[in-house]
């Protein structure tokens, strides 16, 4: 066992935080976190971060570590969860990677290190300079066509210089899309990654498991689970990060359910109006999170109450 690593994946709201931690409980685990936004300090309420009574005395790494002002990249997190792998495993125990960050498990699962490029300020300015900025006498109609269109030159963009990358990428994503042609342009294209079959970082083996849920449900379990944010704190808490440094413009890079409440605090729209698009943002993230994990074949798929069938996959895994 001592290069077996166990991945839990799934959309948001799928329960993987909850079962990470019983598996570890049982199969003498510590977790690892691969969520984009629980690596924030002070964003708690917002990314849903694990509390220490539902860690239920189980080890967590890489919760809380960098500054929400600041971007985190994914070659940072990859060195402290390389850090983190090592020193569980060290120890006699078994890491458990938890998350529905697609791309921060496939850095682990595939070895993937990205180039350093530092920001082409000149060119992020132009690129910028075609996403449109929402007025208030604009119609949101005409607001979403003029973005429709600016995500579209970005794609064309892309694919133009890179369109292997542009398959891996989000294309909703504008800051994602001018991150990824400022890299292309200044390395031609980013080189393909080929995993090894056996990893530089020790030849570990994984078994990653899927946590499926049926999309009724989840969609409930998502608007259940973010006015349940609101009532315990979620404004509250942007308010303090903005108070403490965090601009607007971070606060929307940040994205989901934040660039609504940003415009709630500045007064732009109701409280109301600011949960029912929050809650179309979390759905449509876990849409993307679903057709992101359903690539990797090497997934294996159960139903969260399917948990006896995960543990045998795991015992099997562990004692081959």
Same mark, same amino acid.
């Given at each position: 066992?001592?290069?077996?690593?166990?991945?839990i994946?799934?959309?948001?709201?799928?329960?993987?935080?909850?079962?990470?931690?019983?598996l570890?409980?049982?199969?003498?685990?510590?977790?690892?976190?691969?969520?984009?936004?629980?690596?924030?300090k002070?964003?708690?309420v917002?990314?849903?971060k694990v509390?220490?009574?539902?860690?239920?005395?189980?080890?967590?790494?890489?919760?809380?570590?960098?500054?929400?002002n600041?971007?985190f990249s994914?070659?940072?997190?990859k060195?402290k969860?390389?850090k983190?792998?090592?020193?569980?495993?060290?120890?006699g125990? @078994?890491?458990?990677?938890?998350?529905?960050?697609?791309?921060?498990?496939?850095?682990?699962?595939?070895?993937?290190?990205?180039?350093?490029?530092?920001?082409?300020?000149?060119?992020? =300015?132009?690129?910028?300079a075609?996403?449109p =900025? =929402?007025?208030?006498?604009q119609?949101?109609? %005409?607001?979403?066509? /003029?973005?429709?269109?600016?995500?579209? *030159?970005?794609?064309?963009?892309?694919?133009?210089?890179?369109?292997?990358?542009?398959? *891996?990428?989000?294309?909703k994503?504008?800051?994602r899309?001018?991150?990824?042609i400022e890299?292309?342009?200044?390395?031609?294209? %980013?080189?393909?990654l080929?995993?090894?079959a056996?990893?530089?970082?020790?030849?570990?083996? #994984?078994?990653?498991i899927?946590?499926?849920?049926?999309?009724?449900?989840?969609?409930e379990?998502?608007?259940?689970?973010f006015?349940?944010?609101?009532r315990?704190?979620?404004?509250?808490?942007?308010?303090?990060l903005?108070?403490?440094?965090?601009? &607007?413009?971070?606060?929307?890079? @940040?994205?989901?359910?934040?660039?609504?409440?940003?415009?709630?605090?500045?007064?732009?729209?109701?409280?109301? /109006?600011?949960?029912? /698009?929050?809650?179309?943002?979390?759905?449509?993230?876990?849409?993307?999170?679903?057709? &992101? #994990?359903?690539?990797?074949?090497?997934? %294996?798929?159960?139903k969260?109450?399917e948990?006896?069938? @995960?543990e045998?996959?795991?015992r099997? #895994?562990?004692?081959?």
């Amino acid at each position: 066992m001592a290069n077996k690593i166990i991945v839990i994946v799934g959309q948001t709201s799928s329960g993987k935080t909850d079962l990470s931690v019983e598996l570890a409980k049982k199969f003498n685990g510590e977790v690892i976190s691969a969520d984009s936004r629980q690596v924030y300090k002070g964003l708690d309420v917002g990314s849903g971060k694990v509390t220490k009574n539902e860690m239920k005395g189980i080890p967590h790494y890489l919760l809380d570590i960098t500054s929400p002002n600041r971007a985190f990249s994914i070659n940072q997190f990859k060195n402290k969860a390389d850090k983190a792998i090592k020193d569980i495993l060290k120890r006699g125990k @078994i890491p458990i990677i938890a998350g529905g960050t697609g791309f921060y498990i496939q850095a682990i699962v595939d070895n993937i290190v990205l180039p350093e490029v530092k920001p082409n300020l000149k060119l992020r =300015k132009e690129l910028e300079a075609l996403i449109p =900025k =929402k007025t208030k006498s604009q119609k949101i109609s %005409v607001y979403k066509k /003029n973005k429709e269109e600016a995500l579209k *030159e970005l794609v064309k963009r892309l694919r133009k210089l890179d369109p292997r990358r542009l398959e *891996e990428i989000d294309q909703k994503n504008p800051r994602r899309l001018i991150r990824a042609i400022e890299i292309a342009t200044e390395l031609g294209r %980013v080189p393909k990654l080929e995993s090894p079959a056996v990893g530089q970082l020790g030849g570990y083996e #994984f078994l990653q498991i899927g946590i499926e849920v049926d999309k009724g449900v989840l969609g409930e379990r998502i608007e259940k689970r973010f006015r349940k944010r609101v009532r315990t704190g979620i404004v509250a808490e942007a308010k303090r990060l903005h108070e403490k440094g965090m601009s &607007w413009k971070r606060m929307n890079e @940040i994205g989901l359910a934040h660039k609504y409440i940003a415009k709630y605090l500045k007064g732009e729209i109701s409280k109301e /109006n600011m949960i029912e /698009n929050s809650i179309i943002e979390e759905k449509k993230y876990a849409k993307r999170q679903k057709t &992101w #994990f359903k690539r990797d074949k090497r997934i %294996v798929w159960f139903k969260y109450e399917e948990q006896k069938g @995960i543990e045998k996959e795991i015992r099997d #895994f562990l004692s081959t």
